[in-house]
């Protein structure tokens, strides 16, 4: 005969061996919930990645001065914090370290110098900035781990200028990536004023006056600048091409020499393009959503078995423990 302490260690035994496999269920229903949405980051992220290759540029000082006319801030927090605390370690900017500079200067050069920055300036910036997140890891190191912990400011330095240089080249992919959406209004706007009975020079004038804040109108204004100094207007448009290496921008400066060197209407050449940009950004549009669909599939099916593994969990248990017949 078993007593009421044999069923209440038996009781007591069963709810303890529930309560681990609800728990064991409720980790792996989490493990699929976080899998799917890091799938959605990815497929979200990957639909909008952009591809930036190629060897480039040369220092243009035009384009520096005119980013130094639309100064503002960028989309970069780490660039931001180093343009804010520039003025007060400027001076530093003088350290004689050309290497690092001169690579700086290049991921600059592709990001149209944002701020208006040399190397100088930018190399100033960059030591602010880290030296700035030293400053709060070592704040944060003290407070958690005691002085031990202000070590932690090292690590904030370097990292501080490792999140700097990747800041420009982020900057340089979003400007890239902004020229690229930008050229099929560019080339709408060229063949209307041209259309109006405007030469090929007065249509990029408005380009240039249009998006004057805009990277593209930025890129248009140094050509302009550059065929005004003396520069062959083909060596102008290839300089351009080099500057900002997309097909589109690619197949533009294309379009615009040979057409010059055959003597065919820009104006119409230009309209044909356009036809062919939207029609090309309708094929990447629906590329991009094919390959969103296919990325989301993951995240879904490990959202739906988490959701199933929650809602018969009970069942889950009870059939661990007691089998098909004890349901």
């Not at 050229?183 to 041209?194: A, G, K, S």
């Amino acid at each position: 005969m078993q007593t009421s302490d044999g069923f209440a260690a038996v009781e007591t035994g069963a709810a303890s061996s529930f309560g681990a496999m609800g728990i064991v269920i409720a980790a792996l229903a989490a493990v699929c919930a976080g899998g799917a949405i890091a799938g959605l980051v990815y497929a979200v992220g990957s639909s909008m990645r952009v591809d930036v290759g190629g060897a480039r540029k040369h220092l243009t000082e035009a384009r520096r001065e005119m980013a130094k006319v639309n100064k503002g801030m960028t989309d970069s927090l780490v660039f931001n914090l180093g343009m804010t605390v520039l003025p007060f370690f400027k001076p530093l900017g003088a350290i004689p370290i050309d290497s690092l500079k001169r690579d700086w200067g290049e991921r600059a050069s592709d990001a149209g110098w944002p701020g208006g920055l040399d190397e100088d300036d930018l190399f100033a910036a960059a030591i602010g900035a880290s030296l700035v997140i030293a400053l709060a890891f070592s704040g944060i190191g003290f407070l958690l781990l005691g002085i031990k912990g202000t070590v932690a400011g090292v690590v904030g330095l370097m990292a501080g200028f490792y999140l700097f240089g990747a800041s420009l080249t982020g900057i340089a992919k979003g400007r890239l990536h902004k020229v690229g959406r930008s050229m099929p209004y560019v080339v709408d706007l060229l063949v209307l004023t041209m259309r109006a009975g405007a030469s090929f020079g007065m249509a990029m004038e408005r380009v240039a006056a249009d998006y004057q804040y805009h990277p593209i109108g930025q890129e248009f204004t140094v050509t302009l600048r550059e065929i005004n100094a003396g520069t062959p207007r083909k060596q102008a448009f290839q300089n351009m091409a080099e500057r900002t290496p997309l097909p589109v921008v690619r197949n533009f400066v294309d379009e615009i020499i040979q057409s010059e060197e055959l003597g065919r209407g820009i104006s119409d050449t230009l309209e044909r393009m356009g036809e062919r940009i939207r029609v090309r950004r309708k094929q990447d549009a629906a590329d991009i959503a094919g390959k969103a669909k296919v990325n989301v599939l993951a995240p879904s099916v490990l959202a739906l078995v988490g959701i199933l593994l929650l809602m018969f969990s009970t069942f889950i248990v009870k059939f661990s423990q007691q089998g098909i017949g004890g349901m």
